[in-house]
């Protein structure tokens, strides 16, 4: 069986058309880290527009979506899930240890 070569790229979101190229990479199958920055200099707006635009698209072809720091988002094709932290609700699950006081002799 011939599998196409998948590509993970790194693009930047300089302006609102690039929406398109991101939506046409994803189709293609290749795993995207994005750069907002560069547009969210020049426009929050045009930003949170652009990410909704995109969350919608991802979602809609069944692929995945999520923020990788404060200045990236990674998208993944369809067959491809970004992991995720459990919830905190889920972390408290594992009873913490309490830690023994130490008192250092000559100390009360």
């Given at each position: 069986m011939a599998h196409s070569t998948l590509?993970?790229?790194?693009l930047p979101l300089q302006e609102l058309d690039d929406v398109e190229v991101i939506k046409t990479e994803i189709?293609?199958?290749?795993?995207?880290?994005?750069?907002?920055?560069?547009?969210?200099?020049?426009?929050?707006?045009?930003?949170?527009l652009a990410i909704t635009e995109l969350t919608?698209?991802?979602?809609?072809?069944?692929g995945d979506i999520a923020r990788?720091?404060?200045?990236?988002?990674?998208?993944t094709p369809p067959g491809?899930?970004?992991?995720?932290r459990e919830t905190a609700g889920s972390e408290t699950a594992i009873p913490a240890v309490p830690l023994q006081?130490?008192?250092?002799p000559g100390t009360s």
């Open positions: 590509y993970v790229k790194a189709r293609t199958g290749n795993i995207l880290i994005v750069r907002i920055t560069p547009l969210a200099r020049k426009s929050v707006d045009e930003t949170k919608d698209h991802v979602k809609s072809i069944g990788l720091g404060e200045e990236r988002i990674v998208i491809v899930k970004i992991w995720r006081k130490e008192t250092l």
